[in-house]
């Protein structure tokens, strides 16, 4: 059990590495495009204030992403995310009302309620059994009732001093980037080294298996879930600082439901779930703020930069998918060794057999 | 798997069976739907006048025939989030091509049809031949689709087709007797209907569904995996087109119009009983589902409940129709596989892998896990998980 645990640790480590570095590739092209595209025009791409540009428009985004990927980790989605984003900027503008010593009050509130939306995520898809897509899809519409009958415009007000979490910066690198970046890490290390973590893979890898290998499989789902409603909290109150109000509308304008899922997969992270990896979603996220903010420096028809979004998800998925086919076939063998494969087949229900007796 | 001997079909089974239909995941939308129908007679009893009912069939006919088209592509085993952007471009396509001229009115229908087609052939082709998850896929589809359509209007809505076109969504054969009118958007509804009831049970329906429940087999058995993957993108698209058609002439040219279809094409889908991943489903529930959604939001306006608590309510609408038809699918999984359906939960419903009680079940699973080792995990994960793509 715990070679086996360790070795798809192993297994899995190297196939992310493998992922993300597809990416990294991917956003080193998209940079080399973009900065020869940007030059084309006259400005320069590297410039500090580009840059800057660039950081922030990854932060909020990216925030949504790293939730996200836990939940698609977990074969789920998570189509709620705008409206808990817009509902924690309005709770947070209004708890604060101005007033900078109520921040850490309204900042724990923000986050408990995204949890309790989190939570009830998480138990609708485990324990009523429902699709996360439709599960989602409906606590979405419910917190989108009750933004629209409670709200009727901006509401509350974020003192200045949580404004500028929004923005300063260090050097180039804007407050909220480098926020989102440790979240990042926290991420990477929660799924690496913690057990849920590593349950997630095998969770989203393969339901049945992970419960035969005797894995509650509710538990990592749910905690996906929860952090995922947290991460977009973030977002939302990184949102309210950046606005100075709340907004009910704030999540829904930037799509952040439809942009995260796409970053995610755009990073490496299979919709399926069990593989990927929160480094890969970052990449993802940059490939789109470099793609954004090329075309706002080259001043493209807001229109038609949804068409090239939408050609370049497409696109780059495309090309991501051709090149990882051939790396699916090892997730059937074990490791290198072919031969393996029948008496691996044939060992596990035995073995699972004993454990059922022994923990009955 | 004892109870395939207890298979004795009399009255009060016939019965019980015809009831547990009715409140069984695939009848339970028609069961919703009457209910809601009755409350709102209840509330507004002129509802019920033949008259004012047709009127209500006219306007679910486009989200109805929109959810026809999805049922094929979730089926299918996949999902088309570009419905929506297809019947704004076919809206605004009608409304600019179209113009003034009544003559233009059958080239450029033509015209729409085979914008239609050829956007599910893109689609299609990008799922299968690039692998692209149908998820990421059509929300490209979508936002480029979209994103074209305002660039060429200029976000703003423009033009105005001829009256001889908007007829079809908003006239209809009148001077009726009992129903008055019959509005075009009913009879071309009935239509697609009635096609997609008998596609639906061609060898190529049936192909569809091979297809959404396993793809391995299903190639295995010879079908051209990619040719009807591809086709079912394009009913969809088709679908939209003929969608977009009627609503030119009932909501008008605007941008907005179409607008969260795709969502709401899934939502009906789903409520209608369908699984998303693939496989199981039936499409006049899909169809019963866009009548049922259209029915809840009726009956929300007659009860006065504010149209803000609207999205509130659908959203919990849609969560519990769904954990109902799930839990109820589970408990009766195994007696699918089996092919007798109704009586077989008796022995044991609660012997899903869930509950770990005894160790007799478990064997049980590994004795048809030796015998057939790779369906297993395949069909059960199609069940509860959103399946992206190839």
Redesign the interface.
């Known amino acids: 059990m715990s070679t086996a645990a360790a070795t798809s640790v192993r297994r899995g480590r190297r196939r992310r590495l493998d992922a993300s570095l597809i990416v990294g590739i991917a956003l080193v092209g998209v940079i080399i495009i973009g900065a020869i595209l940007v030059a084309s025009v006259g400005r320069n791409f590297f410039s500090a204030g580009n840059i800057r540009d660039i950081l922030t428009g990854m932060s909020v985004l990216g925030f949504v992403a790293i939730g996200q990927t836990l939940v698609i980790l977990c074969?789920?989605?998570d189509l709620s995310v705008p409206y808990v984003i817009s509902l924690s900027s309005l709770i947070a503008a209004d708890l604060m009302a101005g007033n900078p010593a109520n921040i850490p009050f309204a900042v724990l509130v923000v986050v408990i309620v995204a949890g309790l939306i989190g939570l009830a995520n998480g138990l609708?898809v485990t324990k009523?059994?429902?699709?996360?897509?439709?599960?989602t899809?409906?606590?979405?519409?419910?917190?989108?009732?009750?933004l629209?009958?409670n709200y009727k415009g901006t509401s509350g007000e974020v003192p200045w001093e949580f404004q500028l979490i929004g923005a300063t910066g260090v050097g180039p690198v804007p407050v909220s980037t480098l926020i989102m970046l440790a979240v990042a890490v926290l991420g990477a290390f929660f799924l690496a080294r913690t057990r849920v973590g590593n349950h997630m893979f095998a969770v989203g890898g393969?339901?049945?298996?992970a419960?035969?290998s005797g894995i509650r499989t509710a538990r990592p789902i749910i905690v996906a879930h929860v952090l995922c409603s947290i991460t977009a909290a973030f977002a939302g109150l990184l949102l309210a600082s950046r606005l100075g109000v709340g907004s009910p509308t704030v999540g829904i304008q930037g799509g952040y439901d439809?942009l995260s899922?796409?970053a995610v997969?755009l990073g490496g992270t299979?919709?399926?779930?069990g593989r990927g990896s929160i480094w890969g979603t970052i990449g993802g996220v940059a490939i789109f703020a470099v793609v954004d903010n090329v075309m706002s420096v080259m001043q493209v028809?807001p229109?038609?930069?949804?068409?090239?979004?939408?050609?370049v998800?497409?696109a780059a998925?495309?090309v991501y998918?051709?090149r990882s086919?051939d790396r699916r076939r090892p997730r059937f063998g074990t490791g290198s060794a072919a031969p393996d494969t029948p008496a691996d087949?044939s060992a596990p229900?035995p073995a699972?057999?004993h454990e059922?007796?022994a923990?009955? | 798997m004892t109870a395939v001997t207890t298979q004795q079909p009399s009255v009060g089974q016939r019965l019980a069976g015809f009831g547990r239909t009715l409140i069984s995941p695939r009848g339970a939308v028609f069961l919703l739907l009457i209910v809601l129908l009755i409350a709102i007679t209840l509330l507004n009893p002129s509802f019920a006048e033949p008259s004012q009912f047709i009127r209500f069939i006219q306007r679910v006919a486009p989200v109805a025939i929109v959810a026809i088209g999805q049922y094929f592509v979730i089926v299918g085993g996949e999902f088309d989030l570009s419905m929506g952007s297809v019947v704004t471009a076919q809206v605004v396509i009608a409304g600019n091509l179209i113009g003034q001229d009544e003559s233009k009115s059958l080239p450029v229908l033509l015209f729409m049809l085979v914008f239609g087609a050829f956007i599910g052939l893109v689609n299609g082709l990008i799922v299968t031949m690039l692998k692209v998850p149908s998820f990421i896929a059509t929300l490209g589809m979508m936002l480029a689709l979209l994103g074209a359509t305002l660039y060429w209007t200029g976000g703003a809505a423009t033009g105005n087709p001829a009256d001889g076109f908007r007829e079809i969504g908003r006239g209809g054969i009148r001077d009726l007797p009992v129903i008055d009118i019959l509005p075009w958007s009913v009879v071309v509804l009935v239509v697609v209907l009635v096609i997609a009831i008998w596609f639906a049970r061609r060898p190529f329906g049936r192909t569809i569904i091979a297809l959404g429940d396993n793809p391995t087999t299903a190639r295995f058995s010879g079908t051209r995996n990619w040719w009807v993957k591809t086709s079912t993108f394009m009913i969809s698209s088709l679908s939209a087109t003929v969608a977009g058609v009627l609503l030119v002439g009932y909501a008008g040219v605007h941008p907005s119009v179409g607008r969260g279809y795709e969502f709401t094409a899934i939502t009906a889908v789903v409520l209608g009983g369908v699984v998303l991943g693939g496989g199981r489903g039936w499409v006049v529930a899909a169809a019963a589902g866009a009548f049922a959604l259209e029915a809840l939001f009726t009956l929300l306006n007659f009860a006065g409940v504010p149209s803000t608590y609207r999205d509130a309510v659908q959203g919990a609408i849609i969560i519990l129709a769904v954990a109902y038809s799930a839990t109820t699918l589970r408990a009766r999984r195994k007696g699918r596989a089996l092919e007798a359906p109704a009586p077989l939960i008796s022995p044991d419903p609660s012997s899903g892998p869930s509950t770990e009680t005894s160790p007799a079940p478990a064997e049980e699973q590994d004795a048809a896990a030796s015998a057939r080792p790779a369906p297993i995990p395949s069909t059960q994960r199609a069940d509860n998980e959103t399946k992206g793509g190839s």
């Open positions: 074969a789920s989605l609708i009523l059994k429902v699709n996360g897509f439709i599960a899809l409906g606590t979405g519409l419910i917190i989108k009732g009750y629209d009958s393969n339901e049945q298996v419960r035969l439809l899922i796409a997969v299979l919709l399926m779930g028809n229109f038609l930069k949804d068409v090239v979004r939408g050609v998800i497409v998925v495309a998918t051709s086919l087949r229900p699972v057999a059922k007796e923990s009955a």
